[in-house]
C-alpha cells in the first residue's frame, strides 16, 4: 500500500508513536498462529442489535476478506447507528500491520490505548479522543475491528465493541485446535 | 376519402384549409375535420444521447447511480416523470456545434408519408422548429429522426439544472391546424466541460460514468457557475456549510472512503445520507471532505485531486473552525494533525491553489492569533513563500493556505508540505461506489 519515501517515513513514525514493536504478532489468549476463518457477523449474532446493512468491500494485500456492518440497536428509541469494519487478515502480524495501515488515516497523531478508557478488548485496542469512545479500534487474533459511531453526539461504542470481541472470541474457543493451525 | 388514405398535394391542402375554417366556425366537428385532413401520430421515443463515442452534437454518457445504467432512447412512450428521462450537456464541447436529439414517431395509416412535427417549450434546450418527417409503412424514416436545437441557450447561465416540458404538435394529410402530440418531461443538467476522473465518458456503460444521483447536487450546488474555479468554490462552500457534516473531533477518521482502506469513495453511502441523513452518518474527516469536494467539482467538469500535506511528525494547527464547529478551536485531539487532505489544482506544489472544504481559517492580518476572520479556503494557493524563515511576521497579508492553518513555527508552517495523493488513491481521484 505504500510506495514512496514520505510514506514510508510517515508510516515508520505511526508505529512509534503506536509503540507498534511492544505489542506487534502477541495474542491474549492462544498463540500468534490462531486464524479465524470467514468470520462474519450474521444477524441473530449480537442480541440487541439489529443489523441495518452488511456489504463486502475489496480486501487490501494483507487481508482475505473485508466486510461493513451497520447496526442499530434494536430498541426504536434509540438512534445510535453503529459502522463496523472487519478485516479478516491472512495472519495475527498483518492484523497489526492493517491496524498501522487504518491508523495512519487518521488525522489523530495518536490514540489512547482503549485500558485507559475502561475498555479491556482484544490483544491490542485503541480508542477515541474525547470524553467518551465514540470510536474504537482492535485487532483479535487475525481479525482487525474498527468501530465508528455515525451519529453525532455521545454514543459509546464500548458496549458493542465488547460484543463483536466476544463474538470473535466464541467462534475460536468453538474450534481451537482447528484455529491454532 | 377512405381512412386508410392520406391525400396530399395543393387541392388537399385548400380542402383542408376550407374545413379547418368551418371547424373553427363551429359548422364541422373535429372529428370529421380529424377523419379528412389528419392522421393518429405517436411520438415513440426520444434520444438525447444517440452518440456514445461523442458529446459535441449530443448529450454525455450518464447513469443513475452504481447499479443503474442510462441508454437511449432516455425517453420512451408512458414516461411521465422528467428525472426518468435525464440527459447532461457539456458547455465547453457543444460550443459552436449543432446539438441535435433524436425522435422516433409512428403514424396511422399506414400509408401516410409525412407528416410536420415541432414541439414548443423545451427551456434551455428551446423549441424545436416544425419538421417534416417522412414515414414508411407506418414508421418515422429514419427510424429516428434529428431535430436540431435551433434555440437551446447551453452555456448562458451556466452549470444548471431544469426540467424541461415539451409540447410536441404535429399536422398531417396536408391539414393546417396543429394537433397536440404529447407533452414529454426532462430531466436537463448542463455542466462545464467533460466530466474528469474518477468520472469517465468511456467505456459506456461503466460504473464510472457520471451518475445522475450525483449531478442533481453537483448542478444545484455550482448552479449558475461559468468556470471551474468558480464551480468548485461553489461546491467547496456548499459541502462545508449547507450539508449538516461534522468534523471526527474523536480521531479524525474517515468514513465515506474505503476498499484498500481510503481507495474508493462510498459515494452510493454519502448520496443516501444527502437524501435522508442516513448513509454512513455526518461525521467526516478531511479525507471525506477532500474527496466529496474533487468528486462532485469534476463531475461538473473541474479537475481537481484529493492530495497530502504534513510531515513524517505531522503538523501543529492555528486555532481553525472545523466543518459543523459553531466557533473557532483545535479538534478534539488536540492542535495537531497527522497529515491533511484537500482538494487540490494542477501539481499539488506551493504555488497550487487548493479547496479545503474540511475547515475555515482565520483571513485576518494575524491568523495566529484571536479575533478571528473566517474565510472559506476555495482557490487559495498553499503557500506563496513556502522557503520563509520562521516566525513570519505580522501584519500577514498573503491569501496563503497552510500559514493560516499552522502554528508559526517549525512544528507548524515548517512541517506543512506538499506530500501528493495517498498511493492506493487513484491519484486523488478516487473510482465512486
Redesign the interface.
Given at each position: 500500500?505504500?510506495?514512496?519515501e514520505?510514506?514510508d517515513?510517515?508510516r515508520?513514525?505511526?508505529k512509534l508513536n503506536y509503540q507498534f514493536s511492544s505489542w506487534a504478532g502477541q495474542t491474549k489468549v492462544g498463540n500468534s498462529n490462531v486464524r479465524l476463518l470467514d468470520f462474519r457477523i450474521e444477524s441473530e449474532d449480537l442480541q440487541g442489535w439489529k443489523l441495518e446493512e452488511k456489504e463486502e468491500?475489496?480486501?487490501?494485500?494483507r487481508q482475505q476478506r473485508?466486510f461493513?456492518y451497520?447496526h442499530s440497536p434494536a430498541r426504536e428509541s434509540s438512534n445510535q447507528?453503529y459502522?463496523s469494519?472487519i478485516f479478516e487478515c491472512s495472519s495475527v502480524f498483518d492484523a497489526h500491520e492493517t491496524l498501522i495501515?487504518?491508523v495512519?488515516?487518521?488525522?489523530?497523531?495518536k490514540?489512547p490505548r482503549c485500558e485507559t478508557r475502561g475498555l479491556e478488548i482484544g490483544d491490542i485496542c485503541f480508542g477515541?479522543?474525547?470524553e467518551v469512545?465514540?470510536?474504537v479500534i482492535f485487532a483479535r487474533f487475525n481479525i482487525l475491528v474498527?468501530i465508528?459511531?455515525?451519529?453525532?453526539g455521545l454514543a459509546p461504542v464500548n458496549a458493542f465493541a465488547g460484543n463483536v470481541d466476544s463474538l470473535i472470541l466464541s467462534r475460536y474457543s468453538r474450534n481451537k485446535e482447528f484455529h491454532e493451525g | 376519402m377512405s381512412s386508410n388514405e392520406c391525400r396530399s398535394g395543393c387541392l388537399h391542402t385548400l380542402f383542408c384549409w376550407l374545413l379547418s375554417i368551418l371547424r373553427i366556425l363551429h359548422l364541422v366537428s373535429k372529428k370529421f375535420y380529424r377523419k379528412h385532413c389528419s392522421c393518429d401520430l405517436k411520438l415513440v421515443a426520444i434520444s438525447f444521447n444517440h452518440n456514445s463515442s461523442a458529446l459535441t452534437a449530443d448529450a454525455i454518457n450518464v447513469r443513475k447511480n452504481f447499479t443503474t445504467t442510462i441508454s437511449a432512447p432516455e425517453w420512451t412512450a408512458g414516461k411521465t416523470v422528467a428525472t426518468d428521462s435525464p440527459a447532461a450537456y457539456a458547455i465547453k464541447e457543444t460550443q459552436g456545434h449543432k446539438i441535435t436529439i433524436k425522435a422516433k414517431f409512428t403514424i396511422s395509416p399506414n400509408s401516410a408519408t409525412q407528416a410536420e412535427i415541432k414541439a414548443e417549450g423545451g427551456g434551455v434546450l428551446g423549441s424545436l422548429d416544425p419538421q417534416i418527417v417522412a414515414f414508411a409503412n407506418g414508421v418515422s424514416v429514419p427510424e429516428f429522426v434529428s431535430f436540431e436545437l435551433h434555440h437551446h441557450t447551453i452555456g448562458n447561465d451556466g452549470i444548471k439544472l431544469e426540467d424541461i416540458t415539451w409540447n410536441w404538435k404535429y399536422r398531417c394529410c396536408g391539414g393546417s391546424e396543429w394537433e397536440p402530440l404529447q407533452t414529454t418531461h426532462h430531466r436537463i443538467y448542463v455542466i462545464l466541460e467533460e466530466p474528469k476522473l474518477p468520472w469517465k465518458q468511456q467505456p459506456f456503460p461503466d460504473a464510472q460514468n457520471p451518475w445522475t444521483d450525483a449531478l442533481d447536487y453537483a448542478c444545484a450546488w455550482a448552479a449558475g457557475q461559468k468556470n471551474r474555479d468558480d464551480a468548485a468554490s461553489a461546491i467547496t462552500k456548499q459541502i462545508n456549510a449547507n450539508l449538516g457534516l461534522?468534523y471526527?473531533?474523536?480521531?479524525?477518521?474517515?468514513?465515506y472512503?474505503?476498499?484498500?482502506?481510503?481507495?474508493?469513495f462510498e459515494l452510493t453511502q454519502f448520496l443516501t445520507y444527502l437524501k435522508n441523513g442516513?448513509g454512513?452518518?455526518?461525521?467526516v474527516?478531511?479525507?471525506d471532505c477532500a474527496t466529496i469536494t474533487t468528486t462532485f467539482s469534476n463531475l461538473v467538469g473541474c479537475d481537481l485531486h484529493a492530495s497530502k500535506m504534513?510531515?513524517?511528525?505531522?503538523f501543529d494547527l492555528t486555532p481553525f473552525r472545523g466543518i459543523?464547529a459553531a466557533g473557532f478551536g483545535c479538534?478534539?485531539?488536540?492542535c495537531?494533525?497527522?497529515?491533511?487532505e484537500v482538494a487540490w489544482k494542477g501539481g499539488h506544489g506551493n504555488a497550487d491553489p487548493l479547496f479545503d472544504a474540511c475547515l475555515r481559517v482565520d483571513g485576518d492580518t494575524n491568523p495566529w492569533a484571536a479575533p478571528y476572520a473566517e474565510i472559506f479556503p476555495v482557490n487559495i494557493v498553499f503557500s506563496t513563500n513556502p522557503g520563509a524563515p520562521l516566525p513570519l511576521a505580522v501584519p500577514f497579508n498573503a491569501q496563503s493556505y497552510k500559514e493560516r492553518l499552522c502554528t508559526n513555527d517549525a512544528g507548524g508552517i515548517g512541517s506543512c508540505n506538499p506530500?501528493?495523493p495517498?498511493?492506493?488513491s487513484s491519484n486523488g481521484r478516487r473510482p465512486v461506489k
Open positions: 500500500m505504500i510506495d514512496n514520505a510514506d517515513a510517515y515508520n513514525q505511526v468491500l475489496p480486501p487490501g494485500t473485508v461493513r451497520i447507528r459502522v469494519t495501515d487504518v495512519m488515516t487518521y488525522m489523530a497523531r490514540l477515541s479522543h474525547g469512545n465514540l470510536s474498527e465508528q459511531s455515525a451519529i453525532p | 461534522v471526527d473531533n474523536a480521531l479524525g477518521a474517515s468514513h472512503t474505503s476498499g484498500g482502506l481510503v481507495a474508493l442516513t454512513l452518518g455526518n461525521i474527516n478531511c479525507t504534513g510531515s513524517a511528525f505531522g459543523g479538534p478534539g485531539f488536540g495537531g494533525f497527522s497529515y491533511h506530500i501528493g495517498w498511493p492506493n
